[in-house]
């Protein structure tokens, strides 16, 4: 039987994170992935020579430690990108961060009072029990802001009403954002809100190269990759991780560690406990769920269709939900620079109508949506694909706080077992709290006594002006 001092599940930047720590210790681990993939929803597909960012990263962290870490491991290839970006309602196109006049003179004055009525209204008479993310923005923000600019969009990416949506979801997106101060800030032009930067750290060829290049340090270090390496089984003696069993094709195989990380779903890594899970832990297991996507990319005979980085779509007239111009993060992303390629997004559950629909039919609908919206200029189409991404989001729904507390608490009873990441922990983290979580993770194989569960909890909004000046 196989044996590594540490397994680690899932080649994201949580679990490339630890692995990195670990072999930069002179421990040699075995990262097993399920997917032929690096990076997980951070990596970077290729196709035709043209690169997708599935999901759209930006490079921006408050922690040293992580920006020193990206610096060496990618150096003169990270590069800096001024943001662009707007949202789409009404047939037109509002600048985001929000610019005073530019609301004004396309919201009309008429609407524009409204909605700073709404908002005194709101101020006047608060929601006093909040819970759902639909109370928490109108109370931030009023009622009519909100029905504009987040309903919609909100209700396409997670395809449940805003009013089932926890609030802790807005406060952790979007805290640090007010109308007084959005429209302070837009007459200044000073002070521009936490949650909002002006430009971000990005890798020439996409976000997976940065953790293409985590997982070759990894392997040259000594350390193992074995992609389509699936964890069907965690296996257990009393108190401690004893082994997994792994699909690698058609075959089953047992790997025996010392210690084993995990960044695979929550719900996921409880269900696979082998002896299982007491039944009330495993039923909390079975409530989380998941949010998918999948992006269409295309590629387009036209060179600079839009300036934008990425275009948030607030209506249902379409489907798309964001579309992103790859060339504007990166002219590399974009071997021919006559073309313009793009990546449209549509949130769905996995195996639900959109997600089971056939590429040529979304390639179509994509670009049908596309001129529908005016982007597509004059433009034609080349060519087109399609990337699935499953368990791209955690859904805070419900009572998804106990469930997490549930699984938690059983979990902790293992003295050398981990779960780390996003999907590890249920929480909608970036890239740079997973990448922390796996480093700490790797620490506490060490000896450290890290509660990885701090990670992100209590922290400022992620995307402050502070922290991208940090990253500079």
């Given at each position: 039987?196989?044996?590594?001092?540490?397994?680690?599940?899932?080649?994201?930047?949580?679990?490339?994170?630890?692995?990195?720590?670990?072999?930069?210790?002179?421990?040699?681990?075995?990262?097993?992935?399920?997917?032929?993939?690096?990076?997980?929803?951070?990596?970077?597909?290729?196709?035709?020579?043209?690169?997708?960012?599935?999901?759209?990263?930006?490079?921006?962290?408050?922690?040293?430690?992580?920006?020193?870490?990206?610096?060496?491991?990618?150096?003169?290839?990270?590069?800096?990108?001024?943001?662009?970006?707007?949202?789409?309602?009404?047939?037109?196109?509002?600048?985001?961060?929000?610019?005073?006049?530019?609301?004004?003179?396309?919201?009309?004055?008429?609407?524009?009072?409204?909605?700073?009525?709404?908002?005194?209204?709101?101020?006047?008479?608060?929601?006093?029990?909040?819970?759902?993310?639909?109370?928490?923005?109108?109370?931030?923000?009023?009622?009519?802001?909100?029905?504009?600019?987040?309903?919609?969009?909100?209700?396409?990416?997670?395809?449940?009403?805003?009013?089932?949506?926890?609030?802790?979801?807005?406060?952790?997106?979007?805290?640090?954002?007010?109308?007084?101060?959005?429209?302070?800030?837009?007459?200044?032009?000073?002070?521009?809100?936490?949650?909002?930067?002006?430009?971000?750290?990005?890798?020439?060829?996409?976000?997976?190269?940065?953790?293409?290049?985590?997982?070759?340090?990894?392997?040259?270090?000594?350390?193992?990759?074995?992609?389509?390496?699936?964890?069907?089984?965690?296996?257990?003696?009393?108190?401690?991780?004893?082994?997994?069993?792994?699909?690698?094709?058609?075959?089953?195989?047992?790997?025996?560690?010392?210690?084993?990380?995990?960044?695979?779903?929550?719900?996921?890594?409880?269900?696979?406990?082998?002896?299982?899970?007491?039944?009330?832990?495993?039923?909390?297991?079975?409530?989380?769920?998941?949010?998918?996507?999948?992006?269409?990319?295309?590629?387009?005979?036209?060179?600079?269709?839009?300036?934008?980085?990425?275009?948030?779509?607030?209506?249902?007239?379409?489907?798309?939900?964001?579309?992103?111009?790859?060339?504007?993060?990166?002219?590399?992303?974009?071997?021919?620079?006559?073309?313009?390629?793009?990546?449209?997004?549509?949130?769905?559950?996995?195996?639900?109508?959109?997600?089971?629909?056939?590429?040529?039919?979304?390639?179509?609908?994509?670009?049908?949506?596309?001129?529908?919206?005016?982007?597509?200029?004059?433009?034609?189409?080349?060519?087109?694909?399609?990337?699935?991404?499953?368990?791209?989001?955690?859904?805070?729904?419900?009572?998804?706080?106990?469930?997490?507390?549930?699984?938690?608490?059983?979990?902790?009873?293992?003295?050398?077992?981990?779960?780390?990441?996003?999907?590890?922990?249920h929480r909608y983290n970036n890239?740079?709290?997973?990448?922390?979580?796996?480093?700490?993770?790797?620490?506490?194989?060490?000896?450290?006594?890290?509660?990885?569960?701090?990670?992100?909890?209590?922290q400022d909004y992620h995307e402050?002006?502070?922290?991208?000046?940090?990253?500079?």
């Amino acid at each position: 039987m196989d044996h590594s001092p540490v397994i680690i599940a899932g080649a994201g930047p949580a679990g490339l994170g630890a692995a990195y720590e670990l072999m930069s210790k002179g421990i040699r681990p075995l990262v097993l992935e399920k997917t032929r993939h690096i990076g997980g929803i951070a990596r970077t597909e290729v196709y035709h020579g043209y690169r997708f960012d599935i999901g759209g990263h930006r490079f921006f962290t408050k922690v040293n430690r992580v920006f020193q870490l990206w610096q060496e491991i990618l150096g003169d290839n990270l590069i800096t990108v001024p943001r662009r970006s707007h949202i789409y309602y009404q047939g037109k196109y509002f600048h985001y961060p929000m610019e005073i006049l530019d609301a004004l003179i396309k919201l009309g004055v008429g609407e524009s009072l409204l909605v700073m009525a709404s908002y005194l209204k709101a101020k006047a008479f608060p929601i006093p029990d909040v819970h759902s993310f639909d109370q928490w923005v109108t109370n931030h923000f009023g009622r009519r802001l909100y029905e504009i600019f987040f309903k919609d969009y909100t209700e396409k990416v997670w395809g449940i009403p805003c009013s089932q949506i926890a609030a802790e979801w807005a406060a952790q997106r979007i805290r640090g954002l007010s109308l007084p101060v959005a429209i302070k800030n837009a007459i200044t032009g000073k002070n521009r809100p936490k949650t909002l930067i002006k430009e971000f750290t990005y890798p020439v060829h996409g976000p997976g190269m940065m953790w293409e290049a985590f997982c070759q340090q990894v392997v040259a270090g000594g350390g193992e990759f074995k992609p389509e390496s699936h964890v069907v089984e965690v296996r257990h003696r009393g108190t401690r991780f004893h082994s997994v069993l792994v699909r690698q094709g058609e075959n089953l195989v047992e790997i025996q560690g010392d210690s084993f990380i995990s960044s695979m779903p929550l719900g996921e890594l409880i269900l696979s406990m082998n002896p299982p899970a007491p039944a009330h832990v495993a039923e909390a297991a079975r409530q989380l769920q998941h949010r998918a996507f999948l992006m269409v990319g295309l590629i387009l005979n036209q060179p600079e269709l839009f300036p934008d980085n990425w275009i948030y779509i607030n209506s249902g007239e379409v489907q798309v939900g964001r579309i992103q111009n790859f060339g504007n993060w990166s002219r590399a992303m974009v071997p021919d620079p006559a073309t313009t390629s793009l990546g449209l997004e549509y949130f769905c559950n996995e195996d639900d109508e959109t997600w089971r629909k056939p590429d040529r039919e979304l390639v179509q609908q994509a670009w049908s949506e596309l001129q529908k919206l005016g982007l597509a200029g004059k433009s034609k189409l080349i060519d087109g694909t399609v990337f699935r991404q499953s368990k791209a989001y955690p859904v805070y729904k419900g009572d998804y706080r106990n469930q997490i507390h549930t699984a938690q608490e059983y979990l902790a009873t293992f003295e050398n077992l981990q779960s780390i990441g996003r999907n590890g922990m249920h929480r909608y983290n970036n890239m740079d709290h997973s990448l922390l979580s796996g480093l700490l993770a790797a620490e506490n194989v060490m000896g450290a006594r890290h509660d990885c569960w701090e990670v992100n909890r209590q922290q400022d909004y992620h995307e402050s002006l502070e922290s991208s000046e940090k990253g500079k």
